[in-house]
């Protein structure tokens, strides 16, 4: 009997604000206490576009994340300190509520977009799939996803630093 192959990445599943989003994050909470981080450099070094980075950080900022820096030497940084950030933060201001469907949403007016909502036999499981969700993301924070000690490569080394340009942030 052959071994079934899927192609999708599941029925529940984060988009790519969250995992960018995220990578950002680790990014900043690497770089945590060595002051702002423009943009460009993360883009670099994620091999992630700059633009859609722009689009997530205002998300991140709007939660009170991230905080930004004008100036030659600014950009972005944690707005507390990694191990105060729970990943549940992270997500739920990339992506929105948590929910496996829209009838588990945390959002309680999503719940009403249901006309079966009353007499739903299989809402309970949906709900106990978002409070699992919701448990292993607030258990997390962002300083258990920094390598310890962190990787060479994720935090730029200062004669490195200093020789490559700063890509200006617009803020």
Request: aromatic share 4%; proline share 9%; net charge negative.
């Amino acid at each position: 009997m052959t071994a079934k192959t899927y192609h999708s990445s599941g029925a529940i599943s984060f988009s790519t604000k969250g995992e960018y989003g995220v990578r950002l994050m680790v990014r900043l909470a690497v770089r945590h206490g060595l002051g702002p981080a423009s943009l460009g450099e993360i883009a670099h070094e994620e091999d992630l576009p700059r633009a859609y980075l722009e689009q997530l950080v205002m998300s991140l900022r709007e939660a009170r994340l991230v905080t930004s820096t004008r100036g030659a030497r600014g950009g972005y940084e944690l707005a507390r300190p990694p191990a105060d950030i729970r990943m549940s933060e992270v997500l739920r201001a990339l992506e929105g509520p948590l929910a496996p469907m829209v009838c588990a949403s945390e959002d309680p007016e999503h719940a009403n977009v249901c006309g079966r909502t009353g007499s739903c036999t299989v809402n309970p499981l949906w709900i106990r799939v978002r409070d699992a969700i919701a448990g292993a993301l607030d258990s997390m924070t962002l300083a258990d996803l920094v390598p310890d000690p962190p990787l060479v490569d994720l935090v730029p080394r200062p004669e490195t630093a200093a020789a490559s340009p700063r890509v200006p942030v617009v803020v």
